[in-house]
């Protein structure tokens, strides 16, 4: 299994930018970024594969970049234009045909 550490969240005003980033221990094929709000249920947010070709929810899409580092197992996605809904727990996902890996997660919050 392969360990995946987040980092970059934080409190941001409405209008404003957040980077993430994801560190893994291992090479992944296919990884992403996932999110849950209080009372929700996790949904994805993007995904990336080794080769650059990505997949985005309508919800971010033209807002939010998800790009990786092959070289050094790192992704990242780069958010613009911050809404209140977009608040909740980000978790990288490292996604495998056996199921997906899971990072421990962390907070955005954005403030109207």
């Known amino acids: 299994q392969v360990q995946l550490v987040e980092s970059g969240g934080g409190l941001v005003q409405a209008g404003g930018s957040l980077r993430l980033s994801c560190s893994a221990s291992?090479?992944?094929?296919?990884m992403g970024w996932y999110r849950q709000a209080p009372g929700k249920q996790r949904e994805l947010v993007a995904l990336?594969?080794?080769?650059?070709?990505?997949t985005y929810a309508d919800s971010v899409k033209g807002r939010f970049t998800i790009s990786r580092d092959n070289a050094e197992n790192t992704v990242y996605l780069q958010m613009n234009s911050l809404k209140p809904e977009d608040t909740g727990v980000y978790y990288c996902?490292?996604?495998?045909?056996?199921?997906?890996?899971w990072g421990q997660g962390t907070q955005v919050t954005v403030s109207s």
């Open positions: 996902s490292g996604n495998w045909p056996r199921g997906i890996d």
């Open positions: 291992g090479s992944i094929f296919r």
């Open positions: 990336i594969n080794s080769a650059g070709s990505t």
